[in-house]
């Protein structure tokens, strides 16, 4: 499956981005997605994730009660609805999918930047 994530871009502190995560090449279904993220000389850190069918979502403590991650199966499509932001969010933010579960990733899109201003 190819992994094409986008909705990156520049906001200020306190305002909202909505990344999306387009699959092709495989039934998104199959997989579990989650998104990481890759501040500047730092690494790559778990963001959130979400089951096959939607029903169960993880976060990572930063983005608990800030960001959303969703689904549609049907528009092979997944979300990271970010809200609230912080200049330490800005990164680059990276789709993934997984077919072993929550831990391993197989699949890797290329990443979208998102930069939060003070």
């Known amino acids: 499956v190819q992994l094409q994530a986008s909705g990156g871009g520049l906001v200020q502190a306190g305002g909202s981005l909505r990344l999306s995560c387009t699959a092709s090449?495989?039934?998104?279904?199959?997989?579990?997605m989650g998104w990481f993220r890759q501040a500047p000389g730092k690494v790559r850190e778990f963001v959130a994730a979400i089951s096959r069918s939607g029903g169960s979502t993880h976060y990572a403590d930063s983005a608990e009660g800030r960001f959303t991650i969703s689904r549609d199966n049907a528009k092979t499509t997944a979300y990271l609805q970010m809200n609230s932001l912080k200049p330490e969010d800005t990164a680059v933010y990276y789709c993934?999918?997984?077919?072993?579960?929550?831990?391993?990733?197989?699949?890797w899109g290329q990443g979208t930047l998102v930069t939060v201003s003070s």
């Open positions: 090449g495989g039934t998104l279904s199959r997989y579990v």
């Open positions: 993934a999918a997984s077919t072993a579960g929550w831990e391993r990733y197989d699949y």
